[in-house]
């Protein structure tokens, strides 16, 4: 989930509007409940987490509480909090195994560098969560540790896809933007590429079990794994980001198979996968090698949510970017951003969308558009990022979290009158066809400075599970680290 930079010099209204993005007057979004809740207003100075009246929460979990290793040591937990996932036991939506992924390069001599994870068992009892017996540290030494773990999903076999969110590019980069000690050669390979590959995660023994080369290596943000065992979608934040697609030769067996690419057709009504080198040097480059043979071009994927046959992908956007060599390469630009072109090969496309994959055609679409909400200056939906699905009482929500920090001639802009960084939660309801920016409820502002991330519902939709990422330290407890909290949504069940 890496952030983006608005650069200048802009025009003085748009700036205007852009400092101001997303903080409203302090009135009310809605009065009156026309879906789960009341939609609260928006807020740029909370310190802490607001949500709709009438709705609670827990914290689970927090950056430095004890974990223990499979050998029986204790350490302070890693932070950066993303990829969180519940795993029913039973099937239970009140009994379950809690997983979070860290999106980090810690330094630590127990847990090693780089990034990591760490399960605990939860259970809700008298209508309150609980962590039961100790938080546990996941082994990632077999596949020579992990490095920004950012999101993922449970496979159906019942392991962890977790996503790689980097792409060192040397060994001299892996130490100094990674904070990696050792750089010595590993699996045969420079140690550098190593790392920005999907990594298979075992919950019931604590261990990571495979690095997943036949994945491709790229800024994996998230992962789609499809109920044949076989089929994963594969999401790239980065600008240009490639869209790909890997089938299993065998169900539930992610170390064989194919890695495709995506090609939107010229009148970008369908698309093709084309199928890509499977020899490691070319998994090594696997973005390049995509546009060489004629990959849609993107801007920053990052989580998806499948829906029936629809693939939901938020597309978070950048500012100024320049496409020419992903063009010079062969790589072709979406349709959606034709429009996003100033000159030449330069693009902006500050706010981001939601896209839609139609699995049946292959075609992609732009379902929701970011920008100003209502023509309002002073509301605005940007860059979304984590996303994720509830069924509340028929209704099909579609869940968001923005990722926005935006900054202008290096100058911090963000989106508060204090210059702070604040993001917020909205809910979008799925049986609307074409939706607008109005029609997104807004259900919770996340503290100062922190990123809201790590959606995922218990199975039943009672419980929402989110990571509250990198809030500034200086909130007060629990929001002056990353954590995980679970809100209790009874209220929007009745």
Known sequence: MSKIQLKGPWPAPLLAVLLFASCGSGTQTGTVQTGPFIPIASDCSTRTVIIPDGFTYRTLFCEGEEVVTLDGRTAAAKGMADLVIYIPIEGSSTHGMLYVGHETKDTSTVLGDGGGGTIMEIRKADGDWQVIGQRKAIDFGAVGQTLNNCGGKLAPKGTILTAEECEPTSNAHLMQKYNAHDTTDIFGRPRYQNYGWMVEVDPVSHRAVNRLWQMGRFMHEDAV???????????????????????????????????????????????????LPMEIDSLVNARDVAMRRGATLFVRHEWMVLVGDRLYIAESGNDDFDLSRPISLGGRPAAHLLDKRKDHNMYSDPFGRIL??????????????????????QQVFANPDAITTVNI???????????????????LVGNGPDGRVYNEVYFLDLSIERPELTDLKRFMAGPRGCETTGNVFTPDGSTYFIAIQHPDTDNGLPFDRSCVIAIDMAPAMK
């Open 356 to 377: 839609m994959l139609d699995l049946a055609t292959d075609n992609i679409s732009e379902h929701l558009y970011g920008g100003l909400i209502g023509g309002d200056p």
């Open 225 to 275: 794994a499809m109920q044949d065992g076989r089929t994963v979608y594969l999401s790239d934040d980065a600008t240009p980001a490639v869209l790909f697609k890997f089938v299993a030769d065998s169900a539930h067996d992610y170390t064989k198979g194919q890695l495709y690419a995506y090609a939107q057709s010229d009148d970008a009504l369908s698309g093709t996968w084309l199928p």
């Open 393 to 411: 009482k028929g209704t099909e929500w579609l869940v968001i979290s923005e990722d926005l920090i935006w900054k202008t001639n290096g100058g």
